[in-house]
């Protein structure tokens, strides 16, 4: 496809179950990023890759969350254990070249921990 | 930390109304700033970016931004909205060229009636 690509868009999860989310970047972009949106609130940067390396996760907010790239082009993002505070939506960018002047969403996947 | 404000939560205008949103950022060290905007069912797309140069920045559908550093704002401005213009907007700010890695606002809901 053209855009960024996440799935599912839809997750309702028990608490304490895991949950995996998958992020398909553009074609060919190098950089990757991962965003929590809580309800009323703005995009919050979760992690980042530069192909497959995670250069930066600073935005995690614990270790029950964890994100991979392995093969530099799909991403997931799992999160252990969920509990009520995770409902949000999860939110993918990627950008085409390392200097990163331009991120490109995908439509996030809204996740409801019940 | 860095973070930034928008003041309106929601704004309500007439077509043909101009438009003004408020942005300002807590960090004062060089700054990129970004407007992005999320029509209804869809994903994040940006709207104007600000990285050098002329601080009356222009970007797509008519929107223009302005960059005043003695001030941390960079309110963005339509002269004449439409209906179509309708969305939330995100004002958004980084320190370096990474776009990817941007601290945003909480976004403001404009509705325009037609």
């Known amino acids: 496809g053209a855009g960024v690509s996440q799935s599912p868009r839809y997750k309702v999860a028990k608490r304490g179950q895991d949950v995996a989310l998958r992020c398909d970047p553009i074609?060919?972009?190098?950089?990757l990023f991962w965003y929590q949106q809580a309800l009323g609130q703005g995009p919050e940067f979760l992690t980042y890759?530069?192909?497959?390396?995670?250069?930066?996760k600073s935005g995690l907010p614990s270790d029950r969350f964890f994100a991979e790239r392995p093969e530099g082009s799909v991403s997931t993002l799992k999160i252990q254990r969920t509990q009520q505070e995770d409902s949000a939506v999860y939110l993918c960018?990627?950008?085409?070249?390392?200097?990163?002047?331009?991120?490109?969403f995908g439509q996030g996947t809204r996740l409801t921990v019940v | 930390a860095q973070s930034v404000s928008q003041h309106n939560h929601h704004v309500i205008l007439s077509e043909a109304a101009s438009l003004e949103l408020g942005c300002n950022y807590s960090?004062?060290?060089?700054?990129?700033l970004f407007w992005y905007v999320q029509y209804p069912g869809q994903h994040l797309q940006l709207l104007l970016k600000?990285?050098?140069?002329?601080?009356l920045v222009k970007g797509i559908k008519g929107f223009e931004a302005e960059f005043i550093k003695s001030k941390f704002s960079f309110n963005l401005r339509k002269p004449s909205v439409q209906w179509s213009d309708t969305a939330e907007y995100f004002c958004?700010?980084?320190?370096?060229?990474?776009?990817?890695?941007?601290?945003f606002g909480d976004g403001t809901t404009l509705t325009v009636k037609p």
């Open positions: 960018a990627s950008s085409p070249d390392l200097s990163n002047t331009e991120a490109f």
């Open positions: 074609s060919g972009h190098v950089s």
């Open positions: 890759f530069q192909n497959e390396a995670q250069l930066d």
């Open positions: 960090y004062g060290g060089t700054v990129n």
């Open positions: 600000y990285f050098s140069g002329d601080p």
């Open positions: 958004a700010v980084n320190r370096g060229t990474n776009a990817g890695k941007s601290t």
